[in-house]
């Protein structure tokens, strides 16, 4: 994928986001979905980077460490692929909006910096200067274990998750799931089925939700659903780096 054809399209799509909409739907459902951001060729050229060792600085087995089975992931090195540098870049900035807002609202002090090269110093900090955008590859009976993303202390409350495979298509079942756990409550479970260059928005450990006695804090985990048949791929964009 050429910096040509990636650069210009991928920032425009981001920005024309309903942001707004995002935010939302972010409150009323606890994940947003956000059509129409990688084109079909994009996806093929994301999902064919698999197959390049030299992208990635570590591979983790899902059965191997008990995290899943039927798959695996891989974090991408830096420098990361145009594409997916490109894609955390433009999302931080209005994420990290709905990011403040969120810490607002339970009443904390943190804020998160305009810009993702700000909050990257911040990880840089904390000694977290490993890259942790990641794909991610479920074969037949595949899953991801329920599962939060944090890799030290700073941590950034929203991701993203892209599909890349055709889903009908290039496999079936693989739903991305999330489930919610809030106080004094029996856990709730969200079904996202996504198409292909879709992205899901969701929270990384936490989200606010309005209560009788103001906003508390909601837990919130991750996972894949068991892939039926075929082959599933994904793009994982997380925002802070890891120790």
């Known amino acids: 994928m050429s910096r040509a054809a990636a650069a210009p399209g991928i920032a425009l799509r981001v920005d024309r986001i309903d ?25 093929h050229a994301l999902a064919a980077l698999w197959d390049e060792p030299a992208r990635f600085r570590k591979r ?7 995290f899943g089975g039927g798959g695996a992931y891989q974090y991408f090195a830096y420098p990361l692929p145009e594409a997916v540098a490109l894609l955390r870049r433009a999302l931080y900035a209005p994420l990290a909006r709905i990011a403040n807002g969120w810490q607002e609202r339970l009443g904390t002090a943190l804020r998160f910096p305009p810009t ?12 977290q200067t490993r890259p942790t955008p990641l794909l ?16 030290g202390a700073v941590a950034f409350p929203l ?23 809030r106080p004094r409550e029996q856990a709730r479970v969200e079904a996202v089925a996504l198409e292909q260059g879709e992205a899901v928005l969701f929270p990384n450990q936490v989200r606010p939700a309005a209560g009788r006695r103001g906003h508390h804090r909601v837990q919130v985990r ?10 599933r791929v994904t793009l994982g964009i997380i925002f802070h780096d890891a120790r």
């Open 19 to 43: 942001w707004e909409r995002a935010a939302a739907e972010l409150d009323a459902t606890g994940h947003a979905r956000l059509p129409g951001l990688l084109r079909e060729d994009e996806c």
């Open 60 to 66: 983790v087995d899902l059965a191997q460490h008990r």
């Open 116 to 127: 993702h090269e700000r909050f990257l110093a911040r990880c840089r900090r904390e000694r």
């Open 136 to 151: 991610l590859r479920y074969g037949p009976d595949g899953f991801n274990r329920l599962h939060q993303d944090v890799y």
């Open 159 to 181: 991701q993203v998750a892209f599909l890349l495979s055709r889903a009908g298509h290039d496999f079936t079942g693989g739903e991305f799931v999330l489930v919610e756990q």
């Open 222 to 231: 991750h996972g894949v659903s068991r892939v039926r048949s075929g082959d």
